[in-house]
């Protein structure tokens, strides 16, 4: 069963930082790609990031670049989210995001900017 959890969300200020992690389980980690994507309330998705499977080459929306990396730890599993000069319109819920056969989604993290 593929499970997609993520964690380190939370309320910060403008200019803050937050890291995100979303942790794997039940499919070949270290052969997909991995992807976060966003949803602010009353809003549609919002494709945030994506990193190939070995972690060489990475992929920003134009509202995050330079403002957040993403990462990957194939051996813990694990994908994370740097998030720096938070935004309020970072404001949203971040979901993890796998295709393995099936698209796949975890419960997703609040990430809240606000002064």
């Known amino acids: 069963e593929v499970q997609l959890v993520e964690s380190g969300g939370g309320m910060v200020q403008p200019g803050g930082s937050l890291r995100l992690s979303c942790a794997a389980s039940g499919f070949t980690f270290s052969s997909s790609s991995m992807t976060w994507v966003r949803q602010a309330p009353g809003r549609g998705p919002d494709w945030v990031s994506r990193?190939?499977?070995?972690?060489?080459?990475?992929y920003y929306g134009d509202s995050v670049k330079g403002r957040f990396t993403i990462s990957r730890d194939n051996a813990q599993r694990t994908v994370y989210l740097q998030m720096n000069a938070l935004e309020l319109e970072d404001t949203a819920v971040y979901f993890c995001?796998?295709?393995?056969?099936?698209?796949?989604w975890g419960q997703g993290t609040q990430v809240t900017v606000s002064s």
């Open positions: 990193i190939s499977f070995a972690g060489g080459n990475t």
């Open positions: 995001h796998v295709n393995s056969g099936y698209d796949y």
